[in-house]
């Protein structure tokens, strides 16, 4: 794990915002009271009502003295029109593209940076799993199209957060922008601290290289006692965390998974998923479908231990993607974590060992077809390790 590894710092106060009609308003408003730093880290920014908003308050910033500073996906990216590129240059933003295309380049092309972060003035953190589009958050509309949420830190952590964006941002104009090791370390996980309020920490992933998001998680995973809610778009995990499900269901503990149902991006993925949905279910794990709009949120329970952010803890996110997940022990965040799972549980449908097994054979074929060519593909990926 070659990367360097944050501590747990405590001191520090977390709000959970669900939805965009919370959040983007959040944000925009404090971009609006900035008065020295903004930093802006995104995978998604398509030219939209929702990224007029954001940028029109980006460009203000950084005519008025703000030292703005935007690194973008270069393939998440392709929707923003030249005419908002040129006007954020033209407002003096400096703007960076995390490994353009080029065909050259080959499989070096699935590099993405998958981070949602933004920082501003060194004082106040949002971290979590939105995009900048419609689907998010469309000004003036009470509800989004798309279900997710951020995290609004303040407090000490707020400086790791900042240290991880200027590490990228560094790394960025290098030729392997995907392995920023500007000060490598080798330190293990920190202990988890006792419960209590405030206490956070910094967990990411560096496309392959370094991966104590996907440490962490198992480590929790493997410690529950009580229970492991598990919220995910695109449920495709690693082996090593199926098998922890498998084995926290099968010591008592309540364990849920809330995935996307009907309403997705992206149907394949969904399908290849389901394939996972027996074994769990005979382990005794609850599967959740949310029926209402796309669930787009990656957020984890265990205990009174929470994940939350952009990494969606799948074998293609933990290959190729830069992620970060905000971690916390703090019984008030805690809390709101659990409301939200409590909220969106009655909206979903729960599919049951019966219920799978009754599905129609056109679903079975989806799947197993979907589910094959997954493998198919993890196998290649494997080979060229």
Same mark, same amino acid.
């Given at each position: ?10 001191? !520090? ?11 983007? @308003? ?15 880290? %995104? ?12 940028? /029109?308050?980006l460009?203000a ?68 799993g ?25 407090? @000490? ?14 790394? !960025?104009?290098?030729r ?23 206490w ?8 392959? %290289?370094?991966?104590?998001i996907? %440490? ?7 410690a529950?006692?009580? /229970? ?13 965390v #199926?098998r ?5 269901a ?5 364990? #849920? ?44 329970l265990?205990?009174d231990?929470?994940?939350v952010?952009?990494? !969606? ?5 933990l ?20 409301q ?22 056109? %679903? ?10 997954? /493998? ?6 494997? #080979?060229? #390790?």
């Amino acid at each position: 794990m070659p990367g360097q590894v944050f501590p747990w710092r405590e001191g !520090n106060r977390f709000t959970l915002l669900n939805d965009g009609p919370a959040f983007f @308003p959040r944000m925009i408003a404090c971009i609006d009271a900035a008065s020295a730093t903004i930093e802006l880290e %995104q995978y998604l920014v398509i030219s939209s009502g929702c990224t007029d908003a954001l940028l /029109r308050a980006l460009c203000a910033a950084a005519q008025r003295g703000v030292a703005v500073r935007c690194l973008f996906d270069a393939f998440g990216s392709q929707g923003l029109s030249s005419t908002d590129r040129q006007a954020m240059l033209d407002a003096g933003v400096q703007l960076r593209w995390y490994n353009p295309l080029r065909w050259q380049r080959g499989g070096r092309n699935l590099y993405r940076d998958h981070r949602k972060l933004l920082v501003v003035d060194d004082h106040v953190a949002f971290v979590g799993g939105t995009g900048c589009t419609d689907d998010f958050w469309l000004p003036g509309e009470p509800e989004s199209a798309w279900h997710e949420v951020m995290v609004e830190i303040d407090g @000490p952590l707020v400086a790791d957060w900042l240290q991880l964006f200027d590490r990228q941002w560094q790394a !960025n104009n290098a030729r392997f922008a995907w392995r920023p090791y500007l000060t490598p370390h080798r330190k293990p996980l920190p202990r988890l601290p006792a419960a209590g309020s405030g206490w956070g920490r910094v967990a990411y992933a560096d496309s392959r %290289q370094h991966r104590d998001i996907l %440490q962490s998680l198992i480590r929790a995973l493997n410690a529950a006692e009580q /229970r492991v809610w598990v919220a995910t778009p695109y449920f495709l995990p690693t082996w090593k965390v #199926r098998r922890a499900l498998r084995k926290a269901a099968a010591r008592g503990v309540d364990v #849920r998974l809330l995935l996307s149902g009907r309403h997705t991006d992206n149907p394949p993925v969904r399908f290849a998923g389901q394939r996972y949905y027996p074994r769990l279910l005979k382990a005794g794990v609850r599967i959740f479908e949310f029926r209402p709009r796309f669930l787009h949120l990656k957020m984890v329970l265990v205990d009174d231990w929470t994940s939350v952010g952009s990494c !969606n803890f799948d074998h293609w996110n933990l290959r190729f993607n830069l992620d970060a997940n905000v971690e916390t022990v703090d019984a008030d965040f805690t809390l709101a974590v659990q409301q939200s799972f409590e909220n969106d549980f009655p909206q979903s449908r729960e599919v049951d060992l019966d219920m799978w097994q009754a599905r129609p054979l056109w %679903q079975r074929l989806r799947q197993r077809l979907w589910g094959w060519l997954d /493998r198919v593909v993890v196998n290649l990926l494997d #080979r060229r #390790r």
